[in-house]
């Protein structure tokens, strides 16, 4: 199995591969288009409804599972599954990483508040099993948390019921609309919006970014900036620009093909309701100023109204919530000595991908910021990916411990 420059630099770069075939339909930017009309709030909890309905019946489990956070979108989901199957055995999993902020117990009283099996799954190393989740995958990715969710799912059903797709279709990116909106323009060009874009993406570039790459990968600013470009070189609004930008980056090339490959693998029957046919069709038509608040900086305002109407609002904070980890202590307590243990006769360096002075330059930085620990942790998972793949030295079945 081979990989091709363009998809190293964009999977280090912007967190996802756009040549991989998507599962999702591609959107342009006439997909958009605002009809400037307040959104038909029963057309989208009904096709939420719809399609949670549709999967049950079509797999007749009196038994599902279902990941929680906390957040809006997956308590809105369970919610309206608890609506409708009052006597289904509904199993909620959320994860607690070590030394992280713990967010397992707000998705607890969710559960509790729904009458769920709750299964906390408690994660010291979250690297431990990466080249497991790696050779199931097929990419060089690190943050594979859904692996933890799907092996985890597969003891109690044969459905496993995600959230996914509620933070592009309904604007849930809060952390960055602001700061884009601030340092752009009605009238700033269609190249200064993509660098502003990939400014707000605080976490995924480091200053010396194009210093990571060797010969082999030909690292390219122009190349990441054309990716990005037919997302703001038009007419729609700037918000808007930064949703289709969302809509056509990770989620496509990297969460969804990546949880799809997992559940595969476990032999288990995904549904991502927010992520219907209908919706995935009328969502994106929906205005900005219907999706997010700016002034109070909160976003998905339909999905937030109907967990309202439902009567769970109060179970659900304004911030956003996920399954993360605190990847600085992450790095402190395994990522930095694993990372020495790979990187120190790196394959990716040997075969001309990564540039070596790079890692000698950051890598024992005591004080190393959370970009550049990022930055190894996505080469360690590329050199992971290249010793199962390539060189064929790694099964995929090792446990990485320190």
């Not at 309904?170 to 009605?186: A, H, I, Q, W």
């Not at 707000?200 to 200053?207: F, L, T």
């Not at 030909?218 to 729609?236: C, K, M, Y």
């Amino acid at each position: 199995m081979g990989i091709s420059s363009s998809s190293i630099t964009n999977i280090l770069t912007l967190r996802y591969d756009s040549s991989i075939n998507p599962n999702l339909p591609k959107k342009t930017w006439k997909d958009f288009e605002s009809s400037n009309k307040p959104p038909n709030l029963d057309f989208i909890e009904n096709s939420i409804l719809e399609e949670i309905e549709n999967k049950l019946k079509s797999i007749n489990s009196k038994e599902i599972s279902i990941a929680i956070s906390g957040g809006v979108d997956s308590t809105l989901v369970l919610s309206l599954l608890r609506k409708t199957n009052p006597n289904l055995k509904i199993n909620t999993i959320s994860m607690k990483f070590a030394n992280s902020v713990d967010e397992s117990s707000v998705a607890s009283k969710v559960a509790e508040n729904y009458d769920t099996e709750h299964h906390i799954i408690y994660l010291d190393n979250y690297l431990a099993e990466l080249p497991k989740s790696i050779s199931i995958v097929k990419l060089p990715f690190w943050d594979l948390h859904w692996y933890h969710v799907v092996k985890k799912a597969q003891a109690f059903s044969k459905i496993l019921i995600s959230g996914d797709g509620g933070d592009e279709l309904f604007g849930g990116y809060t952390f960055r609309y602001k700061k884009f909106l601030s340092l752009t323009s009605k009238t700033s060009t269609p190249l200064e919006k993509v660098k502003t874009y990939l400014q707000c993406h605080e976490r995924d570039m480091v200053p010396d970014q194009e210093k990571i790459f060797d010969e082999k990968c030909r690292f390219s600013w122009n190349s990441i900036h054309n990716t990005l470009l037919p997302f703001f070189d038009n007419n729609l609004p700037r918000l808007e620009q930064v949703y289709l930008a969302d809509y056509n980056g990770k989620l496509l090339y990297n969460f969804n093909p990546t949880n799809s490959r997992l559940t595969d693998y476990f032999k288990m029957n995904s549904l991502e309701p927010l992520l219907n046919n209908k919706l995935l069709e009328a969502a994106p038509h929906i205005a900005a100023k219907y999706k997010y608040d700016v002034d109070h900086e909160i976003g998905k305002l339909p999905l937030r109204i109907i967990l309202a109407k439902n009567n769970a609002e109060s179970l659900v904070t304004k911030e956003k919530l996920g399954f993360s980890v605190n990847t600085t202590n992450l790095w402190k307590s395994y990522g930095h000595s694993l990372c020495k243990e790979f990187l120190d006769n790196s394959r990716v360096v040997q075969d001309g991908w990564i540039n070596k002075n790079w890692i000698l330059k950051h890598i024992d930085n005591s004080e190393l910021d959370i970009k550049y620990i990022n930055k190894f942790l996505g080469i360690l998972a590329l050199e992971i990916w290249f010793r199962i793949f390539v060189t064929k030295e790694m099964s995929g079945h090792e446990s990485l411990s320190t």
